[in-house]
């Protein structure tokens, strides 16, 4: 308010709202008050807290002008030129390790995107992956975002980049918009998300690492991501992938209720991704449906990578499938056709389905099933197709 900012709802406060970032001493905090304050691009830095108060709402405009000029971002896997987000932290720069540290967006407030409207306007003009999200951090590092209602983002919510230590939590995030994502730590270490909800118009959560032949050969992997006490009420899945050319690994997920998302918990990839998925454990959490999924058919443009993907080396434990419907493929497992890039290495231990459940596995090796049991105590039935060493 001292730098000029109306809570109207109406006045464009991006003006003023960046010089009382640019003026915040090392250490210090940008405190949004009770009001709407509408504002397009904003630039946070090093050092500092974006902190918005109960009652006080940072809204995005609906603008599109009011979000040039285009930056260097990454979008569905590729590096390229969008427009930029309502919050931005940091620039992409693959060869850098980090320029932006000791951030945090926090508060009992909210942040509300421009939604589609803005997302709408931007297709028209610059195609889908054109737009920018609604918080975006690239190459940071020592990042938290904690406490907020995050919602209406014109695509992607939360996207971080390049980036280590993030921390995600106490978040309510809710989107409808076209490609609508919660969060998505891509190319991205040492990131913990708890305590959060969903409600989103695609994945609640995409952990990713680039896109087929630029995200095998920049090389750098997602890692030590780990998800504990969220609630996936509504959206596509958790899911990592599709875009994990460069490696996913050591995902841990724990104490999660996944709701009627349309696939679950699902890892997915093509078969022109290069890269893997290994080191996955998903314990104690309540769920619909798993999916281990190899041919979506979307976002699959552009040049393969020079071999095949591979998922393995995963533990499912003591989870709860009871509440899916009756008679459904509840696991469908997949890997490649190739034997040498089978799904392989996974045990599922302790699941409780639905009665007359099935399991599906296709071009999967290794893989191990103890104490998997129907609601009514019997086994589910075994769908198994060239596949080697299964044991159930």
């Known amino acids: 308010m001292d730098f000029g900012a109306k809570g109207d709802g ?12 640019n003026a915040c001493t090392k250490g210090g905090t940008v405190y949004i008050p009770a009001g709407v304050f509408m504002s397009g691009a904003l630039y946070l830095k090093s050092d500092m807290t974006l902190y918005i108060a109960e009652g006080g709402t940072l809204k995005g405009s609906t603008d599109m002008q ?3 000029p285009l930056i260097l971002n990454r979008f569905e ?8 987000s309502l919050l931005n932290a940091g620039t992409l720069d693959r060869n850098e390790k980090y320029n932006v540290k000791n951030l945090s967006i926090e508060g009992k407030g909210t942040v509300y995107g421009g939604g589609s409207k803005l997302g709408d306007a931007i297709v028209k003009v610059l195609g889908l992956r054109g737009r920018g999200r609604l918080i975006c951090i690239m190459n940071g590092q020592n990042i938290n975002i904690q406490g907020l209602n995050i919602e209406n983002s014109p695509c992607w919510t939360i996207h971080y980049i390049y980036s280590n230590q993030v921390t995600l939590h106490d978040l309510n995030i809710v989107s409808t918009a076209h490609n ?8 991205s270490t040492d990131s913990y998300i708890f305590n959060c909800t969903f ?4 994945d609640c959560i995409a952990i990713k690492s680039g896109k087929n032949p630029e995200g095998y050969t920049i090389g750098k992997p997602t890692r030590n991501i780990r998800i504990t006490d969220c ?7 958790l899911a990592i992938g599709s875009e994990m050319s460069g ?6 997920i724990q104490d999660c209720k996944i709701g009627n998302l349309l696939h679950g918990l699902q890892i997915k990839a093509t078969k022109d991704r290069g890269g893997y998925v290994r080191n996955v454990i998903v314990r104690d959490c309540e769920l619909l449906k798993i999916t281990l999924y190899t041919a979506v058919n979307y976002n699959n443009d552009g040049e393969a990578a020079p071999v095949l993907p591979q998922f393995s080396d995963m533990e499912f434990s003591n989870l709860n499938l009871t509440a899916a419907k009756p008679n459904q493929t509840v696991l469908d497992i997949n890997g490649f056709p190739d034997e040498k890039h089978y799904t392989r290495n996974i045990i599922f231990e302790n699941l409780n389905l639905p009665e007359q459940s099935t399991i599906r596995i296709k071009n999967g090796e290794a893989l191990t099933f103890k104490n998997v049991q129907c609601a009514d105590g019997k086994k589910p039935e075994y769908q198994i197709i060239d596949s080697k060493n299964i044991v159930n």
């Open 10 to 21: 109406v006045t464009k406060n991006t003006l003023a709202i960046q010089k009382a970032i």
């Open 66 to 68: 009011d979000y040039y």
């Open 77 to 84: 896997g590729w590096e390229m030129k969008t427009l930029a």
């Open 180 to 187: 609508g994502d919660g969060i998505d730590p891509d190319s």
């Open 199 to 202: 409600s989103t118009g695609d």
């Open 231 to 237: 609630d996936f009420t509504k959206g596509h899945s």
């Open 247 to 252: 490696g996913v690994s050591d995902v841990f």
